[in-house]
């Protein structure tokens, strides 16, 4: 083929690969695949698929009243607990537990741990509130491995152990004293 052939042959291939191979729903690369928005729910999990490291599934705390302590109260475990307790449930709770937190201040008090009815609640029970969250308390398991919860609970038994009991739940700060009002 001479040189003059080749030119207008070489101009039609290239006429042909930009009409037809240059489109792009061939492309595979993230920007082009479908995405979830954040407002929408996740796709459903594959029929019989397990999600990696799965446990037991769990929808409220009233699931979990049944749960042993796995964990013994060591006192690793009970010094993790503590500076978890510290981090995340003094703000409500107190220092002690004792209720009084600086959020109290806020929204409804937390309890005193050492209340009677808490104390009488079993061990699952108090990990299911720290995972689920209870009546006025949100759902504090995000970044907690259950490990954790666990340790949380040990403190939170030890902080039982040593504080009196409480029979009577102290008035709310609004309520005067001798349940005072009108009739």
Not at 82 to 108: E, I, N, T, W
Request: proline content about 14%; charged content about 25%; aromatic content about 8%.
């Amino acid at each position: 083929m001479s040189r003059s052939a080749r030119i207008p042959a070489l101009a039609l291939l290239a006429a042909a690969a930009a009409a037809f191979g240059c489109r792009n729903d061939w492309r595979t690369d993230m920007w082009y695949q479908p995405s979830i928005r954040p407002e929408e729910a996740p796709r459903p999990q594959p029929d019989r698929s397990v999600p990696l490291g799965a446990g037991p599934r769990y929808e409220s705390r009233d699931d979990t009243e049944d749960l042993k302590d796995p964990v013994p109260a060591t006192p690793r475990s009970l010094a993790r607990g503590q500076a978890l307790f510290a981090a995340r449930c003094s703000p409500c709770h107190g220092k002690d537990g004792r209720g009084g937190g600086p959020v109290s201040r806020l929204f409804p008090p937390a309890p005193d741990l050492a209340y009677v009815k808490v104390r009488e609640r079993s061990d699952g029970f108090v990990w299911g509130t720290v995972s689920y969250g209870g009546k006025a308390m949100p759902p504090a398991r995000e970044g907690l491995t259950v490990q954790d919860r666990w340790d949380l609970v040990n403190w939170v038994r030890e902080i039982q152990r040593v504080a009196p009991v409480v029979t009577v739940p102290p008035l709310p700060p609004e309520a005067p004293p001798g349940g005072g009002g009108t009739p």
